[in-house]
C-alpha cells in the first residue's frame, strides 16, 4: 500500500533530552512537510523540504531541526531548545514540488509528543 | 500575513440534516483551498480542492464553494450522517509552499 508512514504514534521524552520523530512516504513524492498542532488550533509549518538534502524553515521553526539524505524520508528532531514541544506533529508530502496550484497534500497518521 | 478563520469552532446537529461549514481568509491573493477532515488523534484527508479560477467543486454529499474576491469558501454538507463526525479544516495556498490553516470546525451528527 502507498502512503505515509510515521512512528511512533505516541512518544515520551523528559525534559532536556532531543528526540526524533519518523516519517516515510512510499509516494514517490518531491515535497514533504512538518506541521505542529496544538488543542483548538490549526496547523503551523515547521519545516519543509522539496527536493533531497534541501530543507527551508517554516513559520515555527526555533527548537527543531531536520534531515531529507533521501526522497522517502524526512525526520524531525525536537532538540532540548524546544521550550514546549507537547504537541501532535504531522508529516505530510506532495507530488510536484513548486507546483503550488494543482497538488494536494497528503498527511501521515501524525505523532503524539508528550514531554514529562 | 494571510489569516484563515472558520465559524462556527464548533455544531451540533441532527443526523440527516444539511449544514455548511464556513471558511474565511484575508487575503484573496490565493491559488488554491482545501478542505480537509480530521478525526480524533488521526492525521487529515483531503476532502475537496478549489482552484482559485474555480467557483464550486463537488464529491459525493460535499460541495465547496470559493468567492476569491470576498474571501470565502463554504463546505456544504447534504443529508448529514453519524460518520461525517470528525473535525473539518479549511487550508489556503498562497502560492509557496505554505499553506495556512484555519483552527477547524468540530462537527458532530446525532443519531
Known amino acids: 500500500d502507498g502512503g505515509i508512514t510515521q512512528s511512533p504514534k505516541y512518544l515520551f521524552r523528559k525534559e532536556g533530552q532531543n528526540v526524533t520523530l519518523s516519517c516515510e512516504q512510499n509516494l514517490n513524492h518531491d515535497a514533504m512537510y512538518w506541521y505542529r498542532q496544538d488543542p483548538g488550533q490549526g496547523l503551523r509549518l515547521i519545516y519543509y523540504s522539496q527536493i533531497v538534502n534541501d530543507f527551508q524553515k517554516g513559520d515555527i521553526a526555533e527548537g527543531y531541526s531536520v534531515s531529507r539524505e533521501k526522497k522517502e524520508s524526512f525526520p524531525l528532531t525536537v532538540t532540548s531548545a524546544q521550550k514546549n514541544p507537547t504537541a501532535f506533529y504531522l508529516c505530510?508530502?506532495?507530488?510536484?514540488?513548486?507546483?503550488?496550484?494543482?497538488?494536494?497534500?497528503?498527511f501521515g497518521p501524525g505523532t503524539r509528543l508528550t514531554v514529562l | 500575513k494571510q489569516e484563515v478563520t472558520q465559524i462556527p469552532a464548533a455544531l451540533s446537529v441532527p443526523e440527516g440534516e444539511n449544514l455548511v461549514l464556513n471558511c474565511s481568509f484575508t487575503?484573496?491573493?490565493?491559488?488554491?483551498l482545501q478542505w480537509f477532515r480530521q478525526d480524533p488523534g488521526k492525521g487529515l484527508t483531503s476532502l475537496l480542492l478549489i482552484q482559485s479560477s474555480q467557483r464550486e467543486q463537488t464529491s459525493g454529499r460535499l460541495n465547496a464553494s470559493l468567492d476569491k474576491s470576498s474571501g470565502r469558501s463554504t463546505l456544504y454538507i447534504a443529508a448529514s450522517q453519524p460518520g461525517d463526525s470528525a473535525t473539518y479544516l479549511c487550508?489556503?495556498?498562497?502560492?509557496?509552499?505554505?499553506?495556512?490553516f484555519g483552527k477547524g470546525t468540530k462537527l458532530t451528527v446525532n443519531p
Open positions: 487575503d484573496s491573493a490565493i491559488y488554491n
Open positions: 487550508a489556503v495556498n498562497g502560492g509557496s509552499e505554505k499553506l495556512v
Open positions: 505530510a508530502s506532495k507530488l510536484l514540488a513548486g507546483r503550488a496550484g494543482t497538488d494536494t497534500q497528503y
